[in-house]
């Protein structure tokens, strides 16, 4: 009893700050999209692609979480994109906290979107709020298609499941058809996404479905 | 400061279970391996290979750590193992206690190995001692070649790093030779074998890094 308890009020502590971030955001006017993916499943090469294609109709800036280094937020920025590093220092996940506490390192009021990739952990960040506007699941073919029941809960709260590494689905056993179906079980109000954010395939899709939100976000 | 007390209180109440569940895998003479890695890394198809390879020599038996379903247990059983499988319900890594549960349900007496399949979760697990003999930290090429400065915790405890989906390397931009150097910088005492599971590569040299093991064990 003692123990969830605890886990309660560090949960309650930390909707109070993502509510708070959530206002910051929304007076800036910026559409924040929170990525939460396993270790390698291409979220840093996914928003590199993604400023190459966007940043010519919006300003991007990019929240990295890692256990450690710097070496995500060295490659966002080497395509041009604005940003700050969050170490956790053995930290699971991002916490609402962690990102107030660089929210001032940011121009936001210049900014259109502000991408947040989260500590590469497929677990403990799907329950963490940090303000954001969308939560995106992401899933790399090369994992498996077992994953989505596997892993259940950052579907229940995503608004948008990706698949990318498509362009190896001709060296694996990977069924897209069991994954979709499986995603659509957990949460019907999740649209899914096939993409290759190293070869581009899809990315037209993902680039229009981010300027809807935008657009919607500014009407 | 109190929730650093929480911290360390859990972390040496878990430590009293592991050396409990040690002294248990000690009396039945058992050689105990905790595998860790991201979702989708392979553990399981590499246990899959291992009992294929290794069950007409030694016992095995498997301990499946998931968030839930069922999927890892009936595969590795399909293989002819015995086992029991673990649903955290949400919780992101195995505990002692979670272990300690299960034994009753294990002949440990008429084994000679345990597996024990970690949660997927390249973070969390790394800080949880289980009371095994020893630690392996999983990697797949398709995960690219930045992991182990990224998430270094587990290479510092672990024995052994492998490397799976060796099979893939011709599609993939990856340098083993980068990783080898990174897990070497982590821990100068952690062995690393390259293999594919799937495909068979390299596992000659595991199967002989465990029959190693078993046989100073039973010295």
């Known amino acids: 009893m003692a123990k969830l308890d605890i886990g309660k009020k560090i949960q309650s502590e930390n909707d109070l700050v993502a509510a708070e971030n959530r206002r910051r955001f929304a007076d800036a006017g910026v559409l924040v999209m929170n990525l939460i993916s396993s270790p390698g499943s291409g979220k840093t090469t996914l928003l590199e692609a993604t400023i190459d294609r966007l940043s010519d109709r919006a300003k991007i800036l990019v929240i990295e979480g890692d256990v450690s280094t710097q070496r995500d937020i060295e490659r966002v920025r080497a395509r041009g994109a604005g940003g700050v590093q969050i170490n956790t ?110 070869r581009g395939d899809g990315m037209d899709a993902w680039i229009a479905w981010i300027e809807d939100r935008l657009s919607r976000k500014k009407e």
Do not use: Q
Request: glycine share 8%; charged share 25%; net charge negative.
């Open 89 to 198: 220092g053995g930290g699971c996940h991002l916490s609402a906290k962690m990102v107030a506490g660089v929210l001032d390192d940011l121009d936001l009021d210049s900014a259109d979107i502000v991408f947040i990739e989260n500590v590469g952990n497929l677990i403990c960040p799907a329950t963490y709020d940090l303000g954001e506007d969308v939560r995106v699941g992401i899933l790399a073919t090369t994992e498996g298609d077992d994953k989505p029941m596997k892993y259940p809960a950052i579907f229940h709260e995503a608004r948008l499941a990706i698949v990318n590494k498509i362009d190896l689905l001709p060296h694996l056993a990977y069924d897209v058809e069991k994954v979709t179906r499986e995603v659509g079980v957990l949460n019907p109000d999740c649209e899914i996404l096939t993409l290759s954010a190293l």
